[in-house]
Nanobody, 120 residues
Framework: QVQLVESGGGLVQPGGSLRLSCAASGSIISISTMAWYRQAPGKQRELVASITSGGSTNYADSVKGRFTISRDNAKNTVYLQMNKLKPEDTFVYYC??????????????WGQGTQVTVSS
């Protein structure tokens, strides 16, 4: 089994910062791409940022210059540093990881989601 556990969400004022973390645990051989998605109620989940095992990153246009994704491969953990937050960044944020396990085809795994609310 694999678990992705997220932390770091909460309520923040516009212009503030938050740092999300997501740690993967279980019978993991390796993790390739790790990513953060976000979703509003009744809407499709959208990609916020992704990072490969080699450190190449990709960002949604709406967060470029404000959010930074990083990872610690030794800890199987991905981070999302969110600065200059806006009310329109209010979503549930989910981490995602493409994971290789012993005896199992590689697959995408998801965290449980963490609420980020930007409001004064």
């Amino acid at each position: 089994q694999v678990q992705l556990v997220e932390s770091g969400g909460g309520l923040v004022q516009p212009g503030g910062s938050l740092r999300l973390s997501c740690a993967a645990s279980g019978s993991i051989i390796s993790i390739s791409t790790m990513a953060w998605y976000r979703q509003a109620p009744g809407k499709q989940r959208e990609l916020v940022a992704s990072i490969t095992s080699g450190g190449s990153t990709n960002y949604a246009d709406s967060v470029k210059g404000r959010f930074t994704i990083s990872r610690d491969n030794a800890k199987n953990t991905v981070y999302l540093q969110m600065n200059k937050l806006k009310p329109e960044d209010t979503f549930v944020y989910y981490c995602n990881a493409h994971i290789w396990r012993v005896g199992v085809l590689p697959a995408d795994y998801w965290g449980q989601g963490t609420q980020v609310t930007v409001s004064s």
